[in-house]
């Protein structure tokens, strides 16, 4: 049976003050809930207080990051290590975000990379993949989908997906407002997932595929209710306890 996983992607906000009010409430607004992983990624430089914050009030809210580097230490100025952000207890990290993807040109062979590396140190690639606006215009949004999944999928096999979190994230529904509808995005999970079964069935049926791109508490039911969606990535509705927890909720 598969969980269903809810993840706050917070992007490049917040301060301490932010940090700890949005902890605090989101714990408090998350009490009694059961039946959803639920999971925040700060920025990594809040990633201290977090745990700090999240292990006085023995929350289960687990922790995340945005990114990786692909080594653990060395020449590799302002980069980030697996062994550093296990230290400071995240591990559910987002790697080919549509941003990262756009603004630092990170190539799929650069992001099943970091898939890898995040595996070999023990910790759980959130992996985002999705189409453009014009990919999704020109009917390409299975096959972009599947390119993605395909440069993890054919360097270190179908089973590497096993315990890993797929996110299909529309680009055009990031940050918009522009949500896919429900169907439509159940529709692309089925694919994907058909994608990954013609690999393996096993992988298949167990691996999380949540949806992402505007996800609130309004549309996030509808999204919950399709067969092959999973929970949720969530940038702008995450950043307000009452708005996630709803969210988180409704899985
Ligand atoms: C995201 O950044 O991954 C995201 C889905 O953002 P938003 O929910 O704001 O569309």
Redesign the pocket.
């Known amino acids: 049976m598969r969980h269903p996983v809810v993840m706050g992607?917070w992007?490049l906000n917040g301060s301490k003050e932010m940090v700890s009010g949005l902890i605090k409430g989101l714990d408090a607004a998350l009490n009694g809930v059961e039946g959803v992983d639920v999971a925040i990624a700060p920025p990594v430089m809040f990633l201290d207080l977090a745990q700090q914050l999240l292990s006085k009030a023995d929350s289960k809210i687990i922790l995340g990051a945005q990114n990786v580097d692909l080594h653990n230490s060395g020449a590799f100025t302002g980069d980030i290590s697996p062994e550093m952000l296990k230290e400071f207890g995240a591990s559910h990290i987002i790697i080919g975000?549509s941003?990262r993807r756009e603004y630092h040109h990170e190539s799929d062979a650069f992001v099943a990379e970091k898939f890898a590396f995040l595996k070999e140190n023990g910790l759980t690639p959130v992996l985002?993949i999705g189409e453009s606006e014009a990919q999704n215009e020109a009917g390409e949004t299975v096959a972009v989908c599947a390119r993605q999944l395909d440069a993890v999928i054919n360097t270190q096999g179908v089973e590497a997906l096993n315990g890993a979190i797929i996110?299909y994230?529309p680009i055009w529904?990031?940050?918009?407002g522009k949500a896919a509808t429900a169907d439509d995005a159940q529709r692309i999970h089925a694919a994907i997932r058909a994608h990954i079964a013609a690999k393996s069935e096993d992988v298949a049926k167990n691996v999380v595929i949540q949806y992402?791109?505007?996800?609130k508490p309004e549309n996030a039911a509808a999204y919950f209710a399709q067969p092959d969606i999973d929970g949720a990535?969530?940038?702008?509705?995450?950043l307000d306890a009452e708005s996630f927890a709803a969210i988180a909720k409704a899985a």
């Open positions: 992607n992007k975000h941003e985002c996110a994230e529904a990031i940050g918009t992402g791109g505007s996800v990535l969530v940038g702008g509705a995450a």
